[in-house]
């Protein structure tokens, strides 16, 4: 059961949904070693793509010191603090699918992702 | 959602934790929407009576008793602990670990008058310990991208530049083309 997160765009008048899910299950890490026990994660994706045309990946949160700008940084401001609950967790990932961000934003390291079309 | 299944070996019943993400204003607080988890039970305590429903808004709400959570599976794997050691799901076992702890709950205990799911389940391993096992069941729930869903509109909660976060629908994201079965 998903919870989706409704973007409303003033110029464009329209809107673009990114939705958030809470799910259990044996992960395969892009990064670290797989163990064959579950593990319990946000996952937080949108079928919208950016204004460059490209898709922006989903992003998986195991906890919340993972923050938007590779694991290092949050995306709204320059700050490598923990995340106070999910919820402030879920906003600066939406933040980051919307805006998008600069190369190594924040020296966080991440390529540049350009805004989300509307 | 994640559901995760619990067999009883002793009495072959299967139960379920759930912890499900949703998104709403709390009476509580401050008017503003917030996102939280849910962990909720079919288990019943030792004396018949259901458990509570436990709001989860960051890693400090931990289960009665339980230790710190670094992260997410540590956090609901000690709701699933306190719930199968409180039940004495391993208790005609040999070496059951029933850490039973009375402490005070850090966690709020949260009522609301339904919670419905309709996620379809996917069951994968299972891992026995004592006399119960667990095994877990998660939903990828439907999703639509292209088109607005809306089962619960509520007003804006911030805004920034030219966007807005406006909405927060959850339940159902029905819409969609995904319906594996």
Redesign the interface.
């Given at each position: 059961m998903a919870v989706n997160y409704e973007i409303y765009d003033e110029t464009a008048e329209r809107s673009r949904t990114i939705s958030v899910e809470f799910l259990g299950n044996l992960l395969a890490p892009s990064f670290g070693t797989f163990d064959a026990n579950f593990d319990y994660y946000f996952r937080i994706r949108t079928g919208v793509r950016d204004t460059s045309d490209n898709a922006i990946p989903e992003q998986l949160v195991l906890s919340l010191d993972e923050l938007a700008l590779n694991g290092l940084k949050q995306a709204r401001s320059d700050t490598a603090v923990d995340y106070t609950d999910i919820n402030d967790m879920i906003e600066d990932y939406l933040y980051d699918f919307v805006n998008g961000h600069a190369a190594d934003k924040y020296s966080s390291g991440v390529e540049y992702r350009a805004p989300m079309s509307f | 959602?994640?559901?995760?299944q619990i067999f009883h070996e002793e009495t072959g019943s299967t139960y379920t934790v759930s912890?499900?993400?949703?998104?709403s204003i709390l009476s509580d607080g401050d008017m503003t929407?917030?996102?939280?988890?849910i962990v909720s039970t079919t288990i019943r305590q030792i004396d018949g009576s259901v458990y509570p429903k436990y709001l989860?808004?960051?890693?400090s709400d931990i289960a009665p008793g339980a230790g710190a959570a670094?992260?997410?599976?540590e956090?609901?794997?000690g709701y699933i602990e306190y719930f199968v050691s409180q039940s004495q799901f391993g208790q005609s076992s040999s070496s059951s670990s029933t850490s039973s702890s009375s402490s005070s709950d850090s966690s709020a205990e949260y009522s609301e008058s339904s919670s419905s799911?309709?996620?379809q389940s996917v069951s994968?391993?299972s891992?026995s310990s004592d006399n119960y096992s667990v095994s877990?069941?998660?939903?990828?729930?439907s999703?639509?991208?292209?088109?607005?869903?809306?089962s619960s509109q509520s007003e804006?909660s911030?805004s920034?530049?030219?966007?807005?976060?406006?909405?927060?629908?959850?339940?159902?994201?029905s819409e969609s083309s995904s319906s594996s079965s």
């Open positions: - | 959602m994640a559901t995760i912890a499900v993400l949703k998104s929407r917030n996102s939280y988890l989860v808004k960051n890693l670094t992260n997410f599976t956090l609901i794997n799911s309709g996620g994968s391993e891992s877990s069941v998660s939903s990828l729930s999703l639509s991208f292209s088109s607005e869903s809306s804006s911030s920034s530049e030219n966007y807005s976060v406006s909405s927060v629908s959850s339940e159902s994201s």
